[in-house]
C-alpha cells in the first residue's frame, strides 16, 4: 500500500440541516481519480469524473451525490448496501424518535421524514441503474491499491479506507466535533484499529485532515469524554432507580427529545445500548420514550 504516491483534493458540502461541512476527497492514484463520499448535496461540487467512488458508510450528509454520479462503479459494504437499497433508513429514523418518546405525527417529523425519504430514493434509485461492488469484490482492493478497515461504532456498516500512506476515516475520529455513536464498544474496537494500522494522514469526513500525534490525542479526549458521560448517566439512573429517556436527556444534555436535537438522542441511546450490554442497566424499550432502571 505504501507504495503508491497519491494526490488528496478536498471538496466541502454543506446542506440543511448540516452546521459542520460534509468533507469528500478526489484522490489521485497513477492513472485513476477515486472519490472518497459522496458528499451532502445532491450534485458534489467536483470536478474530476471519478473512476471509482467509495462509501464509508450510509448517512445521508456522505451519500447524496450518488444520484447524480451514476457512471462511476460504487464501492461500499454489504450493510451499506443493504440499508439503501432496501429503505432501511426511514425505519432506522423513526426507531429513534419512538425511543424518545417524539409522535411521528408531529408535523415538523413529518417534514423532516419526507425531505429525507426523498433523499434516500434519489439515492436508491441511483443505486439501482450504477454497478456496485460490495466489500472485497471492489477492483480497487482486489489490485491492491486500497484496503478497507471495518470501523464500526458510528454506524453499524461504517468502513475506514487505505490508499498509499493515508487513511480516509469516515466519521470514526473527527476534530474537534465528537462523532455521534450508536455502538461505543465497536467505535474503541474501530480507534484502536485506526491506530495501529501504518499511515501518514488521516482525512476526516469533517474538520481538518490529522497527523498521528493529532489522532492519538483525539482519540484520548473523546475516550475521557465518554468515560465522563457514561458515569453521569450512571448516576441519574442510580439516584432514581427508574426514569424515562426523555426525562435522563434533560439531566444529562438539559434539554429534552426533539426532532432537532436527534443527534444528542442517537448518541444517548448508543450510550444506554452500552450499559445494557454491560448489564448495568435494563431498558424498556415496549415503553415510548424508553424506561431506564438500574440492574
Not at 491499491?145 to 493515508?166: E, L, N
Request: charged fraction near 25%; charge should be negative.
Amino acid at each position: 500500500m505504501g507504495g503508491y504516491g497519491i494526490n488528496v483534493k478536498p471538496y466541502k458540502t454543506l446542506e440543511f440541516p448540516l452546521s459542520d461541512p460534509s468533507i469528500l476527497y478526489m484522490v489521485k492514484v497513477e492513472d485513476k481519480h477515486i472519490l472518497i463520499d459522496a458528499g451532502a448535496q445532491l450534485k458534489p461540487p467536483i470536478i474530476e469524473e471519478p473512476d471509482y467512488i467509495l462509501i464509508t458508510h450510509w448517512h445521508w450528509d456522505h451519500i447524496m451525490g450518488i444520484a447524480s454520479l451514476t457512471r462511476s462503479p460504487i464501492c461500499m459494504s454489504s450493510e451499506t448496501f443493504s440499508i439503501l437499497s432496501e429503505g432501511l433508513y426511514t425505519e432506522r429514523f423513526r426507531n429513534v424518535l419512538r425511543a424518545g418518546g417524539i409522535s411521528l405525527d408531529e408535523p415538523s417529523v413529518k417534514i423532516v421524514e419526507a425531505m429525507f425519504s426523498e433523499r434516500y430514493d434519489k439515492v436508491a434509485e441511483a443505486l439501482d441503474r450504477a454497478r456496485v461492488y460490495l466489500d472485497e469484490e471492489c477492483p480497487l482492493v482486489r489490485e491492491g491499491m486500497v484496503d478497507i478497515v471495518p470501523c464500526h461504532g458510528h454506524s453499524i456498516d461504517h468502513v475506514c479506507y487505505i490508499i498509499g500512506d493515508s487513511i480516509f476515516t469516515g466519521d470514526t475520529i473527527l476534530e474537534p466535533s465528537r462523532p455521534t455513536i450508536i455502538d461505543f464498544e465497536a467505535h474503541r474496537d474501530s480507534i484502536l484499529k485506526i491506530l495501529t494500522v501504518e499511515w501518514r494522514t488521516l482525512y476526516p469526513g469533517h474538520g481538518r485532515m490529522l497527523n498521528r500525534d493529532t489522532a492519538y490525542r483525539v482519540a484520548r479526549e473523546l475516550t475521557v469524554s465518554r468515560c465522563r458521560r457514561v458515569y453521569d448517566i450512571i448516576k441519574v439512573v442510580a439516584e432514581r432507580g427508574e426514569i424515562s429517556l426523555e426525562e435522563l436527556m434533560r439531566e444529562i444534555y438539559g434539554f429534552g427529545p426533539s426532532i432537532r436535537m436527534f443527534v444528542p438522542l442517537r448518541t444517548l441511546i448508543g450510550y444506554l445500548v452500552e450499559l445494557e450490554k454491560t448489564k448495568m442497566i435494563i431498558v424498556d424499550r415496549e415503553s415510548s420514550p424508553w424506561i431506564i432502571r438500574m440492574r
